[in-house]
């Protein structure tokens, strides 16, 4: 299987592979393209397939909606992927710092992910 992240992985074969290869599929594709990984290949790899992950099981989340609607407003796929990405890497940040005082993750992740924008996602890239 080949990652390309503007174009959707068949759920069922992307959810076949295990976490290494997601993350390794992920990484070969920036790499091939010459992309950047920022401070850590692995890590931005994990979140990237976190988020496919998240898109393959439908609707258990927020995710594939916010992903739809985030193309709608001008974002690519690869795009839309790291905006949720990031607001993943944040919850996660948080929870690790034990900043979060809202106890409920899932439901602040929907908050988070209700309240991202593409016009937001390339403020924050420029």
């Excluded at 439908?58 to 709608?72: E, K």
């Excluded at 948080?94 to 809202?102: E, I, Q, R, Y």
């Excluded at 899932?106 to 403020?123: M, V």
């Amino acid at each position: 299987m080949n990652c390309d992240a503007d174009v959707p992985p068949d759920p069922k074969a992307w959810l076949e592979l295990d976490d290494t290869e997601r993350i390794d599929l992920v990484i070969a594709y920036h790499r091939r393209f010459h992309l950047s990984l920022g401070g850590s290949a692995k890590l931005h790899g994990a979140v990237h397939a976190v988020v496919e992950n998240q898109i393959a099981h439908g609707n258990a989340t927020a995710v594939p909606a916010t992903l739809t609607r985030l193309m709608d407003e001008g974002l690519g796929r690869h795009d839309a992927i790291h905006a949720v990405g990031s607001v993943l890497a944040g919850i996660i940040f948080d929870a690790l710092k034990k900043t979060d005082d809202d106890g409920d993750l899932n439901a602040k992740y929907g908050r988070e992910l209700a309240a991202l924008t593409a016009a937001g996602w390339r403020s924050q890239k420029d």
